[in-house]
């Protein structure tokens, strides 16, 4: 995936933002605040972002989204649950009106029989609605699972946008 491919759909993500008046929060821990600068490097993105968080540890998690210990104990921090979590923790702790949350395992270590290297969860909401959740297994190196995310980060705002 090329660096066009992305700054395309953060082109057209942004539009969508200001043709419904919303403004974004991102809460990142697998990609460790890549889609904030993604999205950053469209000029006037400043209208329409309002924030990222990097939550890349449990207590980061905690401690700037407010996602108790519990979630974190008993469904990990890579789960649907977590993601959940963090996309409403991003909404309360920032004046955006949507959000998207993505936490996973990127590798080359780290995973699982259960969560092997590549998997993912992502979470979009809006002010006033409950979470949309999905889990993914993306495949290829670090760089590329960390981009695929980013993509379907973007492109789940953007259909959930298209709706209103």
Known sequence: MTDSVLYDMAERLGQF????????????????????????RIPGSSQWFERGFVTYSDIAKQELLGI????LDQFGAVSEETACAMAEGALANSHARISVAITGIAG????????????VCLAWMQQGEGPKVTRVLFAGD???IRRQ????????????????
């Open 17 to 40: 933002l200001l043709m419904n008046k919303a403004n974004l929060v991102t809460a990142e821990s697998c990609t460790g605040g890549e889609l904030a600068g993604i999205v950053t």
């Open 68 to 71: 108790s210990y519990d979630t």
């Open 142 to 144: 670090r760089l590329q």
């Open 149 to 164: 995310a980013c993509l379907l980060a973007m492109q789940g705002l953007i259909d959930m946008l298209e709706k209103e």
């Open 108 to 119: 080359p270590d780290g995973g699982s029989e259960e969560k092997p290297v590549g998997t």
